[in-house]
């Protein structure tokens, strides 16, 4: 039996496997940067709702049979995105209704066409990759790695550049509204930021385990600190480094990448609550 | 010419009115308090004067070179921030994000301002704590200190003094009207207190069945404030 790092060194050497982990750390650092505002604003629920809009999305990508179908996923869940917070705004319960309206509705839909269309041998393979992304990490192509790394850069760009706007707007809407903060143009950014990294982080975990990749590290992170900047820092390492963990158990065990990553960020979530409860909780 | 114009509004959800004829001024250096039984659309016109709702009609202007992004607010305490993890400092600094534009930074005459805001309301022991584990009073202190750092023009106060023990509430009073005597900044303040109110305003509006606005002679003056109070005992 090899030992782990003989192991390690040889996976080392094919390409997959370094783009693999490298758009995982990107795609995971994204995914956490805007885990704190999904976790405490009315955002969380069109997180959810989102996800499976990009599923339904791939489903239609997969119906034309395009080879790159990340744009066309990227296009679809944007727009939702903002229709989704326009309608939210209005009234907390009819933008609800209106998530779970779409959400179910996409995934049902994604499921038929998929079905009615597919060419594809293995219809269910197909379907649990797209939900559970069970290999795609491991299979993007070169153009889809570039695209990634864009995304992934862009997003975090935008976050450190907007990022005490998005704490004022995320924190307390009216008073930043009130003092001339146009908290209009930061929700739509904030909700665009959120359909790209629920698009990049679908390669990585698949549709239906994106909250849980979002949120764990910000809920994590948020058992033990307690000022915005330090658990933003703090998740966003939390969730390099359970992906960097998940992928690499996943490639010497062969066990299905995204929900390694999910089951990784679980753990830690259960360390820092224990750790969280032992430090009383008086850290900033 | 007056800070805030309000003519002839009326204002309410969903197009179903709450107050309508609404008409006063605030000039400045003015202290307006406005009174009112609850759910008599006092956090309403609040709202709506701060734009963050559309009145449904009537006209506010404002005016003596004032704009949107020279007001602080102070909220009525809401429930969405009790998980959040965010620092007194962070809070505190966020007043400023107004005034910011896109720079993406505080400079560092803002981070001075900062310091002396929370040194003025007493929170220097606390810049770095957790704002959802600061007690309600220190709480409201931090907002306060906040709104002060969006303005030094024009504060609206939805009842600063909630919450707070007596102790508090007299200390948070002065702050009030030190901030209005001392450094001229023109305040409005919903209030229930109308005992404080009529100790401290110069101007009030009473909102409910009876509508009035005017100085605060002119309130004690009308009956009004004796049929709000039930008693008439203020002197
Ligand atoms: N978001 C809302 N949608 C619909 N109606 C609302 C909403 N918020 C408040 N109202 C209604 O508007 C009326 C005025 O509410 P408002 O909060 O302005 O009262 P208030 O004078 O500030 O009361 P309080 O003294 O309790 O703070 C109430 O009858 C309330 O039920
Ligand atoms: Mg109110």
Known sequence: MTAVPDKLALYWQYPFVRYALAVGVLISLCSSLLGVTLVLKRFSFIGDGLSHVAFGAMAIAAVFNLTNDMPLVLLITTVSAVLLLRTGQNARIKGDAAVAMISVGSLAVGYLLMNLFSTSGNLSGDVCSTLFGSTSILTLTKTEVRLCVLLSVIVVLAFIFFYHKIFAVTFDESFAAATGVRTGIYNLLIAVIIAVIIVLAMNLVGSLLISALVIFPALSAMRVFKSFRSVTVCSALLSILCSLLGILISILAGTPVGSTIVAVDIVLFLLFSILGKMLGGVRT | ?235
């Not at chain 2, 602080?72 to 998980?83: A, E, F, M, S």
């Not at chain 2, 309600?136 to 023009?153: E, H, P, S, W």
Request: charged content about 20%; aromatic content about 8%; some cysteine.
């Open chain 2, 1 to 235: 010419m007056a800070l805030i114009t309000c003519q002839d509004l009326s204002l309410g959800y969903d197009g179903r009115e709450i107050i309508r004829g609404l008409s006063f001024e605030v000039s400045r250096g003015d202290y307006l308090c406005i009174v009112g039984e609850n759910g008599s659309g006092k956090s309403t016109l609040m709202r709506t004067v701060l734009g963050l709702q559309p009145p449904l009609g009537g006209l506010i202007r404002l005016g003596d070179g004032l704009s949107m992004r020279e007001i602080g607010y102070l909220p009525q305490q809401t429930p969405i921030q009790r998980d959040f993890p965010a620092s007194v400092w962070e809070v505190v600094l966020s007043g400023f994000e107004g005034s910011c534009g896109l720079r993406p930074f505080y400079s560092r005459a803002e981070k001075q301002r900062a310091t002396s805001n929370i040194r003025s309301m007493g929170l220097e022991d606390l810049t770095r704590r957790c704002y959802r584990e600061l007690s309600g009073g220190q709480q409201q202190r931090v907002l306060l200190a906040r709104a002060l750092c969006a303005t030094d023009k024009l504060l609206f106060l939805d009842e600063p003094v909630s919450g707070l023990d007596p102790r508090v509430t007299t200390e948070m009073y002065r702050l009030i009207e030190q901030l209005n005597r001392e450094n001229g900044i023109t305040v409005i303040m919903i209030s229930h207190d109308i005992a404080a109110a009529l100790r401290y305003a110069s101007h009030i509006l009473h909102i409910g069945d009876t509508v009035f606005f005017g100085t605060r002679d002119a309130y004690l003056g009308s009956g009004i404030s004796s049929l709000f109070t039930g008693g008439g005992d203020e002197q």
